[in-house]
Every structure is written in C-alpha cells, then in structure tokens.
T-cell receptor
C-alpha cells in the first residue's frame, strides 16, 4: 500500500509557485521520497527525489521537513503545461535480494489556470 | 538520454488473439518493470525484472506472460485477454536494481483495447 497522503486536487494561477504537500508520517530513515507527474494519456514523468536534504533541479524543488514526516514539491513558476496528476511516493528498500519499487497512490490533480 | 521506448502505442485485440507489447531501453539499466494503469487510476506494478531474471510477479494472471530476452528488451505476451484487461501498459527501467536512490524512468505506454 502507498505510504503517502496527498490532497486530491489543487489549483494554481499561471506564473505563480505551485506548492504540493505530501504527508509520509511512517517513513523510515532509509526510504526515499520520489515525485512523478503524469500528464493525461502519457507515461509518468520523473520530477525529483530526496532522502533527507532539500533538493532542487531544473524542474522543481523538494523540501523535506526535518523529521521527514512530510514534504513539499515546489514548481516555482507554474505554466498551463504543468497541469497534471502529481504523485508523491515513498520508495521502500526490499530486502532479500529484491529491489524497492514505486507504489503509486492517488496523487494530486494540479490544475494551472490562466 | 533517459528514453524508454514502447511499441505499439495502440493495440486492439480480440479475446482469442495472441499479441505482444515491447519495451526497449539503451541506458544500460538492469531493472525493468511492467505497470498496468486503468482509466482514472494510478499505475499498478505487475512485474519486475532484475538482471534479466523475473524477481517480482504481483499475482498477475497467467494470460500475461513477461519475457526479458536481454538487458535492453522487455516483452509482455498477451493471450486470451478479457475486455477488463483494457488499459495503459507502462514499461519502466532503472540502473541498479538494488539501489532505491536510482531513478525509475517510464515509457509513454501502450494503450491496449480488448474487444
């Protein structure tokens, strides 16, 4: 089962920052937080991931609280093309010779409006 | 280059047909995945291949048969499917099966319709 809680939907004005929250209160110390998005009818697109520290790349910033129980994905200047379902996923190591997998929750439907 | 290529993009098949979905990556990734996504639902993991060996089968019916002929290719063989199997089938890959800090990259998917 997914280990994250996200709001089902959010709106954001074009050009403004979009801040997408995610709760993962049961996260363990060796589990990563991943963010993907899925634009209608396309495959999931990787955005960013982190373990403990805040991360930034050309697409977004990931802010992880000090206790690691929640995080926020920030799209600094949202455009209409950022309208998508955003998935926050806690990736869990699988011990016993198998790798950790991405288990998707329901995500947040972000609508960027003119 | 983080490209995972899936073919065909669209497939319509009858319930008695045998067809295959193909996935290819040239990033040297050693883990490959199949996910299934029904309309308005999140993707669900089906199979995981690690170093060309099947490592995870999420209780998928035998009418879906995965195959990994080499480290760059992943197939999903389809036989005697039902209309409820109509979905978007997503392939993904990552570099090191044992490192969860490695990013998993997805293809654009194959839309399957069973009639």
């Amino acid at each position: 089962d997914a280990k994250t809680t996200q709001p089902p939907s959010m709106d954001c004005a074009e050009g403004r920052a979009a801040n997408l929250p995610c709760n993962h209160s049961t996260i363990s110390g060796n589990e990563y937080v991943y963010w993907y998005r899925q634009i209608h009818s396309q495959g999931p697109q990787y955005i960013i991931h982190g373990l403990k520290n805040n991360e930034t790349n050309e697409m977004a910033s990931l802010i992880i609280t000090e206790d690691r129980k929640s995080s926020t994905l920030i799209l600094p200047h949202a455009t209409l093309r950022d309208t998508a379902v955003y998935y926050c996923i806690v990736r869990v190591p699988n011990y016993g010779g198998s790798q950790g997998n991405l288990i998707f929750g329901k995500g947040t439907k972000l609508s960027v409006k003119p | 280059d983080t490209e995972v290529t899936q073919t065909p993009k669209h497939l319509v098949m009858g319930m008695t047909n045998k067809k295959s979905l193909k996935c290819e990556q040239h990033m040297g990734h050693r883990a490959m995945y199949w996910y299934k996504q029904k309309a308005k639902k999140p993707p669900e993991l089906m199979f995981v291949y690690s170093y060309e060996k099947l490592s995870i089968n999420e209780s998928v019916p035998s009418r879906f048969s995965p195959e990994c002929p080499n480290s760059s290719l992943l197939n999903l063989h389809l036989h005697a499917l039902q209309p409820e199997d109509s979905a978007l089938y997503l392939c993904a890959s990552s570099q090191d099966p044992d490192n969860i800090g490695n990013t998993i990259y997805f293809g654009e998917g194959s839309w399957l319709t069973v009639v």
